[in-house]
């Protein structure tokens, strides 16, 4: 079952939404917080012992920041606290798509618990211009078939804090 706008603010499973046109029928638009690009190469292996992240740059901006054709760190404005009986999948705004760029997001787990970042990949050959608090992914919240009986509790959990 997809989680209704009321039930999303009921278990307070967002926080800092800067506007209430940020609710949708069944979801919560995220928001561009930072963004930053990417320095150097990460490393992903099966059990976690030799990741390595990137090194990313915060891309400074007042306003609006043009971007190229490229990748992108984007993390997001909202906390996102993750019930125990939810999951949570992200999906590109619909004018970001029809801009050329998209949103690459993975599963929110239950217990999770920060401000996620998430992939920007501009495709269109001329760029995109972004404002500040653009409203870029759509969380959606899928309620579960039982409570989880294991909670997230990754490396990522508490991420971005403010």
Request: aromatic share 8%.
């Amino acid at each position: 079952m997809i989680l209704p706008k009321h039930m999303i603010e009921e278990r307070k499973a967002v926080a800092g939404i800067a506007h209430q046109s940020q609710m949708q029928p069944v979801g919560v638009d995220l928001t561009l917080g930072e963004l930053h690009a990417f320095e150097t190469d990460g490393k992903i292996d099966f059990d976690n012992s030799k990741r390595r992240l990137p090194r990313t740059r915060k891309l400074e901006f007042e306003n609006e920041i043009k971007l190229e054709k490229g990748c992108y760190k984007v993390i997001f404005n909202e906390h996102v606290h993750i019930p125990s009986d939810c999951a949570a999948f992200g999906f590109p705004r619909s004018s970001l798509l029809r801009c050329g760029a998209n949103m690459h997001c993975a599963v929110w787990d239950p217990g999770y618990d920060g401000r996620s970042e998430s992939l920007l990949v501009v495709e269109n050959p001329h760029g995109i211009v972004l404002e500040k608090n653009a409203k870029l992914a759509q969380l959606v919240f899928v309620k579960l078939a039982e409570e989880a009986k294991e909670l997230y509790n990754g490396v990522y959990k508490g991420e971005n804090k403010r």
